[in-house]
């Protein structure tokens, strides 16, 4: 979506959107007459999200008009334009021209990021895997071009907080176009040629382990989930660090679990529960995303993106239950359930990170438990680690972005239940009991001292009810969250 700070007030645009406080009026003075109409006579009382669509008799006037209502000017909230402003794209996006003027009333100035995002996060256009009779009316429902029209402004820096957003919002979409695409389009192969597009991208270093590199190293828990797949699991790992970071400054890992796609393997998923497990890699999708933004952000912190990729199929030589696998680690684990994966490759990947980048602190990012959706739905993140600070400060990111998050406990007896009898450890209790603190505590064990963070955002990647800025299906949630946090 293109961005213009247009220099008058009305334009030649289809569509001119004009929203409204209910409390202070701001208008065009061309418009001036037609909004003080619409309040006198009750018509339009601005509340917040209240819209009304006006078709004016006047050839000088745009063709259409939208109000949207933002309430009241003194409760005008970050949140609030985000969500708004998603909403005036969506009202607006099926118009074909796809050019829009926004005006744009000093109240509103002061949040141009979060306008920014709202909107381009409501432009997404899912029809890169549409197919049929159907792509083309997806491809046309999409806002080509806002011209925005401010009132009273530095437009300078109202274009850069906007640009901002946008930047933000467009790497979120990337994400979902990720978790989006159907396996045989997104698997361990195609997302290590992705890797490298965003490793130029963002300057960082890039290293691609193969099924034999994997093999030779010892990562049995990673291999032992690919052994069902006909592609061979891969290990990316992208290093990012810009000029003039200290030596002595740790790194931040990103782990971003990538399972393409999750049948369960031998302890198959039902029919309802395998719908939509391309969503199972949605954790390194984030990780992707968020190397998009480093340096077009300017983080100034030295950053390692690790993503363990292969799907969970079965087949003759699948892993199966009560097979033993030995982790990067060294740690055994016995394989209690083939369909607890997640913690199996994240648990490889996390050891080789610390191994080889010493971090200072772990942030993994995985849908890994259906317990944490019963427990949280889609609108919270579980988040469960070992270090208060880290914790306090993901949680603040959490609220400052809108991709909330909530504090789950791991429970010292959790820890023991995830102990095994001939093994290490075993990678799934079976209770049914506290599932997302105990699959946390099964990635606990591989992480030693260094503070760590676990996110489990099974709820919240793939949504049927989707926020104001959302769509159905792939949210790209975690982008934004990391990106507050790192920055």
């Not at 290490?424 to 963070?453: M, Y």
Request: net charge positive; hydrophobic share 40%; proline share 3%.
């Amino acid at each position: 979506m293109k961005i213009e700070i247009a220099k008058k007030a009305i334009g030649t645009a289809a569509v001119f959107v004009l929203p409204v406080f209910s409390d202070k009026q701001s208008s065009p003075a061309e418009l001036k007459k037609i909004l003080e109409n619409r309040k006198k006579n009750g018509d339009f009382k601005a509340k917040s999200g209240e819209t009304m669509l006006i078709v004016p008799d006047d050839e000088k006037l745009p063709e259409k008009i939208l109000l949207i209502g933002f309430g009241d000017s003194k409760k005008i909230k970050p949140e609030k334009v985000r969500n708004l402003g998603a909403k005036m794209i969506k009202s607006v996006k099926h118009y074909e021209k796809g050019i829009v003027d926004l005006w744009l009333p000093a109240g509103l100035n002061m949040f141009g990021k979060e306008l920014g995002e709202g909107m381009e996060l409501a432009n997404y256009n899912p029809a890169k895997y549409v197919t049929g009779k159907s792509k083309e009316k997806h491809a046309k429902a999409e806002i080509k071009t806002v011209n925005l029209r401010p009132e009273k402004i530095d437009k300078k820096k109202l274009m850069e907080n906007v640009l901002k957003g946008v930047t933000l919002a467009e790497a979120v979409n990337y994400s979902r176009d990720l978790v989006n695409g159907p396996n045989n389009l997104i698997n361990a192969e195609t997302l290590s040629r992705e890797a490298q597009k965003v490793a130029k991208e963002c300057g960082a270093k890039l290293t691609v382990l193969n099924k034999k590199q994997l093999e030779k190293l010892g990562m049995g828990a990673l291999v032992g989930v690919n052994l069902g797949s006909e592609r061979e699991a891969r290990l990316v790992v992208m290093e990012y660090k810009p000029s003039g970071i200290s030596k002595k400054e740790k790194s931040v890992l990103l782990v971003g679990k990538g399972i393409t796609f999750d049948s369960g393997g031998y302890n198959l998923k039902p029919t309802q529960a395998i719908v939509n497990m391309k969503e199972d890699m949605a954790g390194a999708a984030a990780v992707f995303g968020t190397f998009k933004l480093l340096k077009k952000m300017g983080v100034k912190k030295h950053v390692i993106g690790i993503t363990p990729l292969t799907d969970n199929l079965i087949g003759s030589k699948a892993q199966k239950v009560n097979d033993i696998v030995t982790t990067f680690s060294g740690k055994t684990v016995e394989i209690t359930n083939t369909d607890a994966e997640g913690r199996l490759v994240l648990a490889d990947a996390i050891a080789y990170g610390i191994k080889h980048y010493n971090p200072g602190q772990i942030i993994d990012i995985a849908t890994l438990t259906g317990a944490c959706m019963v427990a949280l739905g889609d609108r919270y993140a579980g988040l469960l680690g070992n270090n208060k600070k880290l914790i306090d400060e993901l949680m603040k990111a959490g609220e400052n972005t809108d991709e909330l998050v909530w504090h789950l406990p791991i429970h010292r007896d959790y820890r023991k239940a995830m102990k095994g009898t001939i093994t290490d450890l075993i990678n799934s209790e079976g209770s049914g009991l506290a599932g997302a603190s105990k699959g946390a505590a099964f990635i606990q064990e591989f992480v030693g001292k260094t503070p760590w963070a676990h996110l489990d955002i099974a709820g919240v990647a793939f949504v049927k009810h989707p926020k104001p800025y959302d769509h159905k299906d792939a949210t790209g949630f975690g982008v934004r969250l990391l990106m507050e946090y790192l920055n």
